[in-house]
């Protein structure tokens, strides 16, 4: 299908580890972000991984890809309360023209319980 | 380094009011986007600016308008304001990647929220 998927909700307990994951759409997609949402904010970039890559860590933070299922995950380890955000995957379909064609998923929720 | 900055940051219409967001980013980017964000939906593309002087739509265009005089500044009007337009507002900028395949990642504004009674 068009749609980047990604479930609605996601509720962990303070330290232990979240998975958000994300089915993206091309499997020809270049590059493939994760990007937090704070309440009354826009969205910052997180991490990306480029599509020559099965595995990205950035100190808390694990990106998976599986290219073969189009599946992208988010782990969150030592989970705290200001991990506690909206969460976006997004693909990038490449150059088009110079332009980049970015799809977003429709983010997951995290709360995080003290 | 101010980034993206999105004005005004809330503003209430009444139905048939135009209006115009500025969105102006100081990062010396080529592209510009603008989004709304609706409950369940992500983030829905309006129109975008692959460089000063050009504007194409992008997924959902109908009732919108924009310019892009200056490098960086991307303006998005509403012609006639409709309650289907209350939402938050994001825009964006980003640049090509030097040497190789694909972009930089989408640097975003705090958004505009709008309300069209």
């Known amino acids: 299908g068009e749609d980047v998927e990604q479930s609605l909700f996601l509720s962990v307990r303070e330290g232990d580890s979240s998975v958000i994951n994300c089915t993206y759409t091309?499997?020809?997609?270049?590059?493939l972000y994760w990007y937090k949402q704070e309440p009354g904010a826009g969205l910052q970039l997180l991490t990306y991984?480029?599509?020559?890559?099965d595995m990205k860590q950035d100190q808390r933070l694990t990106v998976l890809l599986n290219k073969k299922d189009k599946h992208l995950s988010l782990r969150i380890a030592d989970t705290q309360t200001g991990d506690s955000a909206i969460y976006f995957c997004?693909?990038?379909?490449?150059?088009?023209?110079?332009?980049?064609?970015?799809?977003f998923g429709t983010g997951t929720k995290l709360q995080v319980i003290p | 380094n101010a980034g993206v900055t999105q004005t005004p940051k809330f503003r209430v219409l009444k139905t048939g009011q135009s209006m115009t967001l500025l969105c102006a980013q100081d990062?010396?980017?080529?592209?510009m986007y603008w989004y709304r964000q609706d409950p369940g939906m992500g983030l829905r593309l309006i129109h975008y600016?692959?460089?000063?002087?050009?504007?194409a739509k992008g997924e959902v265009p109908d009732g919108y308008n924009v310019s892009r005089l200056k490098k960086q500044n991307f303006l998005l009007g509403l012609e006639s304001a409709a309650p289907s337009q209350t939402s938050v507002y994001f825009c964006?900028?980003?640049?090509?990647?030097?040497?190789?395949?694909?972009?930089?990642?989408?640097?975003f504004g705090d958004g505009t929220r709008l309300s069209i009674l």
């Open positions: 997004a693909e990038n379909r490449g150059n088009s023209g110079g332009y980049q064609k970015v799809t």
């Open positions: 991984i480029f599509s020559n890559m």
């Open positions: 600016s692959v460089g000063e002087g050009t504007t």
């Open positions: 091309d499997s020809s997609s270049t590059y």
């Open positions: 990062m010396n980017h080529e592209y």
């Open positions: 964006a900028s980003s640049d090509q990647r030097r040497g190789g395949w694909g972009n930089q990642p989408q640097h």
